[in-house]
């Protein structure tokens, strides 16, 4: 799927099982944001590139962008819905998808402002900040097991993760 990522994800979205679409989606998101690093790096090393903007300011709004996105994200979307398995799957689908969109801000403005300064340290830094984004938007068993955790102290008799391999995404 990492290799062709549009067959392989429209293959992934017919899946019945949308714990494993999340997660090969967030590998892919996780590999862009480091494969693109990589390029700042080596663009910003050749000779003769100059950007029309200081790095210091590139820094300061890249930043300022990444930090806004995160703490916005929190504020976008509840957390998901524990009530039951027709409820919990597209919350926490809608959790997911608005957290990792969130985090992909940090490394979009970033990497505009890498294109405004040819500098790699404000690509480096806003790549950072998504990345610690998307560990925190990633649907891992720690995560999981979290969320089973409350659903169990609720009494809702919900099934976590067999809830999420046993639904497709919801549009």
Do not use: H, N
């Not at 080596?42 to 950007?51: M, P, T």
């Amino acid at each position: 799927m990492m290799v062709f990522p549009f067959v392989g994800m429209s293959r992934a979205a017919k899946s019945p099982d949308s714990l494993m679409v999340m997660r090969a989606l967030w590998m892919l998101f996780v590999g862009a944001i480091a494969v693109m690093g990589v390029m700042a790096v080596l663009v910003s090393s050749a000779d003769g590139v100059e950007g029309a903007m200081g790095q210091g300011l590139a820094l300061l709004i890249a930043g300022g962008c990444s930090v806004f996105a995160q703490l916005l994200a929190g504020r976008l979307v509840a957390d998901p819905d524990l009530s039951g398995e027709t409820a919990f799957v597209p919350s926490f689908q809608r959790w997911f998808f608005v957290r990792v969109a969130a985090a992909e801000i940090a490394a979009l403005v970033s990497f505009v402002m890498f294109i405004a300064s040819a500098a790699a340290l404000v690509y480096i830094v806003g790549g950072a900040v998504s990345l610690a984004a998307m560990w925190d938007a990633r649907p891992g068993r720690v995560r999981l097991g979290r969320l089973q955790a409350s659903a169990d102290d609720e009494g809702t008799g919900l099934e976590v993760v067999r809830s999420l391999k046993c639904r497709g995404l919801t549009r």
